[in-house]
């Protein structure tokens, strides 16, 4: 199966924030230039950039969470993909509307194209633990 549309953005904006996370100097216009290099559909370039902008603006917040949610694993001993493979992912649960299945399925993909061996179900344990409860699928009743 071809990746998604929304896919090749949300590899960019995870490449972006590796960037940035590295670099602490690169600016944001030199960010907002390689997301525009990266994709040339002009919806899909603003897709990107609503996530990484709003990552970066959350940061704060969002690194709390994970960090409460990351039991023993500060955000500086993560892999760098994985963490923020984790803030891109804890973003769209906490601020989108994106459905969290698909959240979780996109960032359990880069985790494992970009991070390690056990980096998918790194991801995945924490980003389900961060599931709003709102948002969460109710079980069934017996």
């Keep these: 199966m071809a990746p998604s549309r929304r896919h090749k953005a949300r590899e960019t904006v995870l490449q972006m924030l590796y960037q940035k996370d ?12 390689m997301i525009q290099e990266q994709i040339s559909d002009d919806e899909l370039g603003r897709f ?12 704060t917040a969002l690194d709390s969470k994970i960090e409460a949610t990351a039991a023993n694993w500060g955000l500086s001993r993560m892999a760098p993909t994985d963490r923020n493979a984790i803030r891109l992912g804890a973003f769209e649960l906490l601020y989108t509307d994106t459905p969290p299945r698909v959240v979780i399925d996109e960032a359990l993909e880069l985790a494992k194209t970009y991070g390690g061996p056990n980096s998918g179900s790194f991801v995945n344990g924490i980003l389900d633990r961060l599931i709003p409860e709102e948002k969460r699928t109710p079980k069934p009743e017996a």
């Excluded at 990107?48 to 940061?59: D, K």
């Design 48 to 59: 990107a950039w609503r996530l990484f902008a709003g990552v970066m603006e959350s940061r």
């Design 22 to 33: 590295l670099n602490p100097d690169v600016t944001i216009e030199d960010i907002r230039a």
